[in-house]
């Protein structure tokens, strides 16, 4: 089981970054998968997840309305687009899987709850 997170970047405050997390080694399709991330001195956070139906649970008010998270089960790939982002956006963001069949909205802001995880990008919002 593998899961590569991508897409990150140094950007200035308002843009936009699109990170992809592509799966290997397992079905994609049956979990669901969640993005979260950590700042320096900091736990990481849950910031979105998204069920193996495509439904989508937010964790984080901060992000709503300008983070969405989607799947593409043929690409084996799940996407976090992140718009009008802002300094305290600056992460580490990290994707995870959750076991088979669980749903987000149970515990998925649990960093426990996630069976793997991939080795992270890096978001840097600067000007």
């Known amino acids: 089981v593998q899961l590569q997170a991508s897409g990150g970047g140094l950007v200035q405050p308002g843009g936009s970054l699109r990170l992809s997390c592509v799966a290997s080694?397992?079905?994609?399709?049956?979990?669901?998968v969640g993005w979260f991330r950590q700042a320096p001195g900091r736990e990481r956070e849950g910031v979105l997840c998204?069920?193996?139906?495509?439904?989508?649970?937010y964790y984080g008010h901060s992000v709503k309305d300008r983070f969405t998270i989607s799947r593409d089960n043929d690409a084996k790939t799940v996407y976090l687009s992140m718009t009008s982002l802002k300094p305290e956006d600056t992460a580490v963001y990290y994707c995870g899987r959750r076991k088979i069949f669980d749903y987000c909205a149970r515990y998925g802001a649990v960093k426990e709850e996630y069976e793997y995880w991939g080795q992270g990008t890096q978001v840097t919002v600067s000007s």
């Open positions: 080694g397992f079905t994609l399709d049956d979990y669901a």
């Open positions: 998204v069920d193996n139906g495509g439904g989508s649970t």
